[in-house]
């Protein structure tokens, strides 16, 4: 349990760094990969290992593509694997949470900003573009990267993608 607490303070943080520079620090994810691996080893000895290994492979092999595509940033995985490394095959529990959240924080965001419309027809060519040459390509958004208000910080989806585990693990449910 304590392990959860402290991951939850290092996703605090990233939330709190993403916020303000658009960045994870590595330092920070290294701190969380040892800290949860750490805490699942000292629970369940050697045995555990498995559980540990899991939880940080399964996030990188399936967001790699996202990535690659510009879709998600490699802080976000990281995060992915510092709960891993404690959640185990758990984590694709976390991911769906935390990609539902993500949904939603994003329709507000552009519904803030009034750009929903517009990025939907963006989103849909992009997709025409990719059936019709037949080659998936790096996600080009149709607006400026350096234009913040395009910026939806995933950190805080998988913060509350975690919050949401935890409250369920905890009703037990």
């Given at each position: ?116 419309v517009n990025r939907l027809q963006v989103f849909w060519k992009y997709v025409q573009t990719c059936l019709i040459t037949g ?39």
């Open positions: 349990m304590k392990a959860y607490i402290i991951i939850i303070c290092i996703l605090i943080l990233a939330v709190i760094f993403d916020l303000r520079t658009y960045r994870i620090p590595n330092l920070l994810m290294l701190i969380g990969i040892l800290v949860s691996a750490g805490g699942t080893f000292c629970e369940k000895g050697s045995g555990g290992l498995p559980e540990i290994l899991a939880g940080i492979v399964i996030p990188i092999a399936l967001l790699l593509l996202l990535h690659r595509f510009r879709m998600l940033g490699a802080g976000d995985i990281k995060l992915f694997t510092v709960i891993g490394g404690a959640a185990g095959v758990e984590i694709l529990h976390i991911m769906l949470y935390s990609f539902l959240a993500g949904g939603v924080l994003a329709v507000i965001h552009m519904l803030y900003h009034r750009s929903l080659h998936i390509t790096p996600y080009d958004s149709g607006f400026d990267r350096g234009d913040t208000r395009n910026t939806v910080h995933f950190s805080i989806a998988i913060l509350i993608g975690y919050g949401i585990w935890i409250i369920r693990r905890w009703l037990d449910f």
